[in-house]
């Protein structure tokens, strides 16, 4: 099985590619991966595909990392599909098993058996790339695990990377010193690598590590933005330079245009992020997540120039501009919301910024309809109690308070302000002694929140 590009592949795939990431691009992991092993599935041998499907499945994992018996549980999970895909491989049936394993890393990309079950899979696929790729990922989470060290040293050998090669071979031998065999693999590493020619080897070998010798650089950073939290001006215009040269290779995927924007947006070029929005917007009308990187990268153009303009001293100017950017803000969300009724985050949003400039009515309606969504529906019952206490009624308050309680489990901030604002509202009703109870639940776990110490020692004092 033969590596291919994105522009080998049929167009159904690049489309899956496209959508999966762009969802990598804005967090929606789930999507990502759906799409992306998608791409898998009907393009084996497409690597980039493979690398974003395990970006994205680490993040996830990330994000909820689990506990010894959650990762146990997982693994009982994988088991029938693990003996399933062993017995694939040990049949000559290498793709079928390279499918299997990739369910398997779904279901935890960090599982070592799945890992190596996959790099297996991927060699008798005629994919060493692929392998590396993962293990090389593997190396990061088990910089010690020596199964995936050596498998990876003998990659690097195969493929002729041969520093690396040796890199791996140093590090078995500090773990396993008195090892004959891990001996004899780092000699036969050093004379290779001593007749290694030059070429790509020299420029993989600068650095030793995949991220180092992943072609594109933008793809590069995508993969290391979460342990790169500063960029140099330098990063940036090598980004931008490369995103431009994918952009004449192929002018119609709107992922290279969103890409662009970002990183003009990043050096403050807002001009020309908005230029690539507007190219993108116009190869795919009517995304909404286009929409809405064009609101915010706008929104960032006007407060830089507010930030200049307060610098230069200029207080009128300044003002005005404020007032430019916030009508901008008010008439762009109410255009969205009227483009996308149904989007539950625009109705929030719209919901809230009514309720800032007092059309309580309005506001409210849009957080009956933004509750009916599980991400938003706590925020929402906050605000429509708040609105409801603007308006002085404060029954119809407590019961959207109290609901949105009943939901929470746990006594995080949220819960905490939750429980804070019914003090307040029913010491409005008069009820004091109902008010202390919501208070004392926050005393006992947060002493320090906001007024809450004085509040319950005055309860006691009277």
């Given at each position: 099985?033969?590596?291919?590009?994105?522009?080998?592949?049929?167009?159904?795939?690049?489309?899956?590619?496209?959508?999966?990431?762009?969802?990598?691009?804005?967090?929606?992991?789930?999507?990502?991966?759906?799409?992306?092993?998608?791409?898998?599935?009907?393009?084996?041998?497409?690597?980039?595909?493979?690398?974003?499907?395990?970006?994205?499945?680490?993040?996830?994992?990330?994000?909820?990392?689990?506990?010894?018996?959650?990762?146990?549980?997982?693994?009982?999970?994988?088991?029938?599909?693990?003996?399933?895909?062993?017995?694939?491989?040990?049949?000559?049936?290498?793709?079928?098993?390279?499918?299997?394993?990739?369910?398997?890393?779904?279901?935890?990309?960090?599982?070592?058996?799945?890992?190596?079950?996959?790099?297996?899979?991927?060699?008798?696929?005629?994919?060493?790339?692929?392998?590396?790729?993962?293990?090389?990922?593997?190396?990061?989470?088990?910089?010690?695990?020596?199964?995936?060290?050596?498998?990876?040293?003998?990659?690097?050998?195969?493929?002729?990377?041969?520093?690396?090669?040796?890199?791996?071979?140093?590090?078995?031998?500090?773990?396993?010193?008195?090892?004959?065999?891990?001996?004899?693999?780092?000699?036969?590493?050093?004379?290779?690598?001593?007749?290694?020619?030059?070429?790509?080897?020299?420029?993989?070998?600068?650095?030793?590590?995949?991220?180092?010798?992943?072609?594109?650089?933008?793809?590069?950073?995508?993969?290391e933005q979460e342990s790169k939290a500063v960029q140099t001006d330098r990063d940036t215009e090598?980004?931008i330079a490369n995103t431009l040269k994918k952009i004449d290779s192929d002018p119609e995927n709107?992922?290279?245009?969103?890409?662009?924007?970002?990183?003009?947006?990043?050096?403050?070029?807002?001009?020309?992020?908005?230029?690539?929005?507007?190219?993108?917007?116009?190869?795919?009308?009517?995304?909404?997540?286009?929409?809405?990187?064009?609101?915010?990268?706008?929104?960032?153009?006007?407060?830089?120039?507010?930030?200049?303009?307060?610098?230069?001293?200029?207080?009128?100017?300044?003002?005005?501009?404020?007032?430019?950017?916030?009508?901008?803000?008010?008439?762009?969300?109410?255009?969205?919301?009227?483009?996308?009724?149904?989007?539950?985050?625009?109705?929030?949003?719209?919901?809230?910024?009514?309720?800032?400039?007092?059309?309580?009515?309005?506001?409210?309606?849009?957080?009956?309809?933004?509750?009916?969504?599980?991400?938003?529906?706590?925020?929402?019952?906050?605000?429509?109690?708040?609105?409801?206490?603007?308006?002085?009624?404060?029954?119809?308050?407590?019961?959207?308070?109290?609901?949105?309680?009943?939901?929470?489990?746990?006594?995080?901030?949220?819960?905490?302000?939750?429980?804070?604002?019914?003090?307040?509202?029913?010491?409005?009703?008069?009820?004091?002694?109902?008010?202390?109870?919501?208070?004392?639940?926050?005393?006992?776990?947060?002493?320090?929140?906001?007024?809450?110490?004085?509040?319950?020692?005055?309860?006691?004092?009277?």
């Open positions: 099985m033969a590596e291919v590009t994105l522009e080998q592949v049929p167009q159904k795939v690049k489309d899956l590619f496209n959508r999966g990431f762009a969802a990598f691009e804005r967090g929606n992991l789930d999507y990502a991966i759906d799409m992306l092993m998608s791409c898998v599935e009907l393009s084996p041998g497409l690597l980039r595909a493979r690398k974003f499907l395990r970006a994205a499945e680490i993040q996830k994992k990330k994000k909820k990392p689990g506990n010894v018996v959650s990762d146990a549980l997982l693994s009982v999970k994988g088991l029938p599909t693990y003996f399933v895909a062993t017995a694939r491989l040990k049949a000559n049936k290498p793709e079928q098993a390279l499918l299997l394993a990739e369910k398997l890393l779904r279901i935890n990309p960090l599982h070592p058996k799945s890992i190596m079950l996959f790099a297996e899979a991927s060699v008798a696929a005629g994919l060493p790339e692929a392998a590396i790729q993962t293990l090389e990922i593997a190396r990061d989470f088990y910089p010690s695990h020596i199964k995936i060290i050596n498998w990876l040293g003998q990659l690097y050998q195969k493929v002729g990377r041969t520093k690396s090669a040796r890199e791996c071979f140093e590090k078995l031998c500090e773990i396993c010193p008195n090892d004959p065999g891990a001996l004899k693999m780092l000699k036969d590493a050093l004379a290779i690598d001593s007749m290694a020619a030059d070429g790509w080897q020299n420029a993989a070998d600068k650095g030793g590590t995949y991220r180092d010798i992943i072609k594109d650089t933008d793809e590069a950073h995508l993969l090598v980004l709107i992922n290279y245009y969103r890409q662009l924007s970002k990183l003009y947006a990043q050096k403050k070029a807002f001009t020309e992020a908005i230029s690539a929005l507007k190219k993108a917007i116009s190869l795919n009308p009517g995304d909404p997540e286009l929409d809405k990187t064009m609101s915010a990268t706008r929104t960032l153009m006007f407060n830089e120039d507010i930030a200049q303009l307060k610098a230069a001293g200029d207080s009128d100017a300044m003002e005005a501009k404020v007032l430019e950017r916030d009508q901008y803000i008010a008439d762009d969300l109410q255009a969205r919301v009227a483009r996308y009724p149904n989007d539950p985050e625009l109705r929030y949003e719209w919901g809230s910024l009514l309720f800032q400039y007092q059309h309580l009515n309005e506001a409210i309606q849009q957080f009956q309809i933004s509750q009916r969504s599980p991400k938003y529906r706590i925020r929402s019952l906050y605000k429509l109690a708040m609105c409801f206490k603007q308006k002085g009624q404060h029954d119809l308050a407590i019961e959207q308070l109290e609901k949105a309680g009943l939901e929470l489990t746990s006594m995080d901030q949220t819960k905490k302000d939750i429980l804070y604002e019914l003090g307040q509202i029913t010491e409005l009703t008069g009820d004091r002694e109902k008010a202390a109870g919501y208070y004392k639940q926050i005393y006992q776990v947060d002493i320090g929140y906001k007024d809450i110490a004085t509040k319950v020692e005055q309860v006691y004092k009277q």
